[in-house]
C-alpha cells in the first residue's frame, strides 16, 4: 500500500476525533430565553444553586388542595425550557401534589452549559431545594423524567435514598445506544455507525443504574409508535428494574404525543402511579386501581 494512503486514516482520526467528542452535547437542546410563567394560581418562580453553584431557575406549583399529599419534581426533555413542558404536567397539582419544574444548566433563564454529570447534579440540587421551600409540604418526593429527564431521573433516584419513587416517560437505555440509533437512521452519518463508542461516551446511564432504585416503585411510561425513542426501551430498563415495577406501552403514541396533548386516561393512569408511591412511603395502603399497581406489563 502506498506509504500516504497508510498515513491517510491515522489523519482521518486526527482530525476527526475531536469533533466526534463533542458529540455528547447533541443531546441538549436548550432554549436559553427566559421562560415565562403561565396564568397559574400560586405559581412562583426560584433561584437556586446546583452542586457546583450553578444558578438554576425553576417554578413552584402547590396542590390545588387545603393538604398536599406529595412532591413531584419534573425532569423535562432535551429541548426548550420548563415552558414548554408546563402543560404536560399541569394536571399534578390539580390532584393535590406540589409540583417543582426546574431547567436544567444551560436552559431557560439557568446558567452554564449543559452536561451529563452537570444535569444529573442539577436534579439532586432541585430536590434539596423544593424540600427546603417553605411552600411546599414535607411529604414524599416523587422524581418524574420524561425522555432525557427520564434517563436523568433514574440515575439521580439511584444516588439518593429519599426519592419515594420514579415515573420514567419515553426513556432510553443509555446515551450511546440511543446516539447510535440516530447516527443510523441518518443518511450522511450511518457510516459513523461502527465509531459510536467515539461520538457518544458512555457513563451514567440508566440501564446501569435503574435497579438500584428497588425497593422503591418505578412506573414506566411509553408509546408504541414513538419515532424518537423506541418503546423496546423502556422495556428493556423495565426488564432490569427490580420490583415493584410497572410499564404501560400506549397504543399509537408518539414521543411527542403526549406532552403536551394529554388525555383523560393518561392522567388517570399517571395520577394513580404517583398516588401509590406517595401512600406506600407512608406506609398507607395505596387505594389505586388495578392497572396502577406493580406488577406487569400493560399495552392498551
Not at 506509504?3 to 469533533?19: S, T
Not at 433514574?154 to 419515553?170: K, P, W
Amino acid at each position: 500500500m502506498n506509504r500516504h494512503l497508510r498515513f491517510f486514516p491515522h489523519l482521518f482520526l486526527v482530525l476527526l476525533l475531536p469533533a466526534l467528542s463533542g458529540c455528547n452535547s447533541y443531546f441538549y437542546w436548550p432554549k436559553s430565553r427566559p421562560p415565562l410563567p403561565k396564568d397559574y394560581h400560586g405559581l412562583q418562580i426560584r433561584h437556586f444553586a446546583s452542586k457546583d453553584g450553578t444558578r438554576l431557575q425553576g417554578w413552584v406549583m402547590p396542590a390545588q388542595a387545603e393538604q398536599a399529599q406529595g412532591l413531584v419534581v419534573y425532569c423535562h426533555g432535551a429541548d426548550s425550557n420548563i415552558e414548554d413542558y408546563y402543560e404536560a404536567v399541569e394536571f399534578l397539582p390539580r390532584h393535590g401534589y406540589d409540583l417543582f419544574l426546574f431547567d436544567y444548566r444551560g436552559y431557560g433563564a439557568s446558567e452554564g452549559r449543559p452536561d451529563r454529570r452537570g444535569t444529573i447534579d442539577d436534579a439532586h440540587a432541585a430536590i434539596d431545594f423544593a424540600k427546603a421551600d417553605p411552600l411546599v409540604a414535607k411529604n414524599p418526593v416523587v422524581l418524574y423524567g420524561y425522555s432525557l429527564g427520564s434517563a436523568i431521573a433514574i440515575v439521580t433516584a439511584s444516588e439518593r435514598s429519599d426519592v419515594a419513587g420514579v415515573i420514567a416517560e419515553s426513556g432510553f437505555t443509555s446515551y450511546r445506544e440511543i446516539g447510535r440509533k440516530v447516527v443510523r437512521e441518518r443518511w450522511r452519518t450511518w457510516p459513523l455507525v461502527i465509531l459510536a463508542p467515539v461520538l457518544v461516551s458512555s457513563g451514567w446511564d440508566p440501564i446501569d443504574t435503574v435497579d438500584k432504585i428497588s425497593p422503591r416503585p418505578i412506573f414506566f411510561v411509553h408509546g408504541d409508535s414513538d419515532q424518537l425513542v423506541p418503546y423496546t426501551m423502556s422495556e428493556r430498563l423495565y426488564q432490569q428494574a427490580k420490583e415493584p415495577k410497572r410499564l404501560w406501552v400506549m397504543r399509537g403514541r408518539t414521543h411527542y404525543n403526549p406532552p403536551p396533548r394529554r388525555h383523560p386516561e393518561f392522567e388517570r393512569r399517571v395520577v394513580g402511579y404517583i398516588k401509590y408511591i406517595v401512600d406506600k412511603s407512608k406506609g398507607i395502603d395505596p387505594l389505586v386501581a388495578r392497572d396502577c399497581l406493580p406488577g406487569g406489563a400493560t399495552y392498551d
